[in-house]
């Protein structure tokens, strides 16, 4: 482990997709913005103190108001 590790922060595996682009793709169409590969569940890692605040920042970054959808979340040990 780096000196450089905050030992308070844990890493969070977050799958995501994205119900708009699993729509279109269901359809044989492609969304606007987002590439086909958010048809199906990506993973993504989050270090955060707790798993709400490992939510909150994908939530910044994929917003559910944009179709991103949480499928699951798994503290890595």
Not at 25 to 41: F, G, I, M, T
Request: glycine share 2%; net charge positive.
């Amino acid at each position: 482990m780096s000196a450089f590790t905050d030992h308070r922060k844990r890493v969070y595996q977050v799958g995501l997709h994205n119900k708009f682009v699993r729509e279109c793709v269901k359809e044989n169409r492609s969304h606007a913005l987002y590439d086909d590969r958010w048809a199906d569940v990506q993973t993504h890692e989050v270090a955060a103190q707790t798993k709400t605040k490992a939510l909150a920042m994908i939530e910044k970054n994929y917003p559910s108001c944009d179709g991103f959808v949480v499928d699951h979340v798994k503290r890595h040990d």
